[in-house]
């Protein structure tokens, strides 16, 4: 009776753990579609991507990239790159070079593309990156959106306005939070990146 009881106990376990996932699957479900919605996608955002430039007085500068699965961070997925061909603080040649090599090589590679990119800023950013896009001829296959910091505004290349989403909407909160984490990434490797030049002497460089 005992070893039966502890059978239907730990049976009761699993199926409430059952229940929470499934409602926490319906949860993020309801979000990406509501997304889709309110920024007029052409998909279910399942896969993006964000990017965030940073430079110290048009130094040192680099960009990274976060990558969101259902709504999840995917750290492994996350990747940093030196800015090759930027002098200077130029976000918009900066934007635009790093998207390009970012989406020219998961093609070169055969991997699969985001269903949706989100660049920080404001418009002058969200055309940079569209034009690398267009370059690739991905235009049909990726859509982009930028956020702008100040007043939260999410501009899409299709309008000259912008979306401006309620404060307490889901889909505004996770662009915030990729947002964020593209941010956090890009500071942290551009101190990295800056300490290890900094450090660098005659003798390191041999």
Do not use: W
């Amino acid at each position: 009776k005992k070893h039966i009881v502890e059978l239907a106990q730990r049976n009761a376990l699993f199926q409430k753990q059952k229940g929470k996932e499934k409602i926490k699957v319906d949860n993020t479900t309801r979000i990406l579609q509501t997304m889709q919605e309110e920024l007029k996608l052409n998909h279910i955002p399942k896969h993006i991507e964000c990017f965030d430039n940073s430079n110290f007085q048009g130094t040192n500068a680099v960009s990274a990239c976060v990558v969101f699965k259902n709504a999840k961070p995917s750290k492994k997925d996350y990747r940093h790159f030196n800015v090759k061909t930027v002098v200077g603080a130029n976000d918009f040649d900066t934007m635009k070079e790093i998207v390009y090599r970012r989406y020219h090589r998961l093609v070169l590679e055969n991997e699969p593309l985001p269903d949706l990119v989100v660049i920080d800023g404001g418009k002058g950013q969200l055309s940079a990156a569209m034009e690398s896009i267009y370059k690739l001829n991905l235009q049909d296959k990726i859509q982009l959106i930028s956020i702008a910091k100040r007043l939260e505004e999410v501009y899409t290349p299709q309008q000259s306005e912008p979306i401006v989403l309620p404060k307490n909407s889901p889909s505004l909160q996770l662009l915030q939070r990729m947002r964020d984490a593209a941010h956090k990434q890009a500071i942290t490797f551009h101190r990295a990146t800056r300490s290890k030049k900094f450090l660098a002497t005659q003798l390191t460089e041999i």
